[in-house]
């Protein structure tokens, strides 16, 4: 289990990937507190092309909640883009036949799917809280974070629905036989369940709701309004990766 942790962990450092999500969060990170910090500036350059169009722009004024909803809108991207940086990590490896002789030496497949599921959610984990801080450290430099109610709790919600999205796409990665269907496996899943949660009377169930990170800020929401899809998000990825285990055992290499 070490050996191919570690073999894992040399194989995102010499292939690259890990530095490109590591630019990508950061890039991120960056962008949300400059996109707040520059709109009046922005709005006040418009003002005069905007005001020949008959449009009439006030002050702006921001705060740290604006860059908030920055990083709320592009976290969904940074994970689109993690899911496509990593979506050939197990059938790259069925397509070159690297792990037949792991497991012919012995190497359980569980420990396997074990290690390449660690190795996933660490990163994810590690780039994710990487632009929070970032955001975080810049909006209470520029403004007060204390604008916003229940930060960090929103954070982990929105991380969560990551690790919920990665367990799924873990399963189709070992079920599906190329980089496509897996992709359109996991990209389907996960937005059928949020157009699912569209509808009010199964949202407050589905992990879809853990995006919704500027309502808690903003005070709509409650904390105790995501537990429900909080325990759905957690139950669904050990189902997911147990799952995953169990077909992996069975699938011919």
Known sequence: MKAFLKKEWMEWGRSGRIL???????????MNPAVAKLTPWLMEALSDSLSDTGLVTS????NAIHSWIQFYKN???????FILVCCGC???????????PVVTKGLSRRKIVGAKALVLLAIWTAVYFLCYG?????NEYFWDNSIAENVFFGAVCTWL???WVISIFILFSVIAKNSSQVLLGTGGAAV?????????????FLPARLLEGMSLLQGVNGAEDYYCSIVAAGAMSI???????????????
């Not at 002050?59 to 921001?62: E, K, S």
């Not at 059928?192 to 407050?204: D, I, N, R, S, T």
């Open 192 to 204: 059928g369940v949020y157009l699912f949660g569209m509808f009010p009377g199964p949202a407050p």
């Open 59 to 62: 002050g702006v004024t921001v």
């Open 239 to 253: 189902l997911c990766l147990t799952l995953a285990v169990w077909r992996f055992d069975k699938r011919k290499l």
């Open 161 to 163: 629905f990551g690790v």
């Open 75 to 81: 976290i969904p991207m940074g994970l689109i883009i």
């Open 90 to 100: 197990f059938t790259a490896e069925y397509d070159r036949g690297t792990l037949i």
């Open 20 to 30: 490109i999500l590591m630019f990508v969060f950061i890039l991120f990170g960056i």
């Open 134 to 138: 970032i955001t975080y450290g810049y």
